[in-house]
């Protein structure tokens, strides 16, 4: 899942902007991916970032997420 999610960007993760990780960090969390122990951390290995990296990135999503749904109202 997590190649899938990488590869689906057209880039090596070595080429990623913080957008690229963001996208790739979305689509697994999606799909459930952080719910399986150790994830995080493969994760942050294949991406060259810290998983205290991913949980700030997390953070800002659904943070943006709640904003948005704020906003319908």
């Known amino acids: 899942m997590i190649e899938d999610a990488i ?3 057209g880039k090596t993760a070595s080429e990623f902007s913080r957008d690229d990780k963001i996208a ?3 689509y697994l969390d999606a799909r459930g991916a ?3 122990r150790y994830s995080m951390e493969k994760v ?3 991406l060259g970032i ?3 990296s ?3 990135y997390l ?3 659904r ?3 709640i904003t948005a749904e704020a906003a319908k109202l």
């Open 24 to 26: 790739v960090i979305s």
């Open 54 to 56: 991913i949980y700030n």
């Open 50 to 52: 810290s998983k205290f």
């Open 34 to 36: 952080f719910l399986i």
């Open 63 to 65: 943070a943006d997420a």
């Open 7 to 9: 590869r689906s960007t």
């Open 44 to 46: 942050a290995s294949l």
């Open 59 to 61: 953070n800002d999503m």
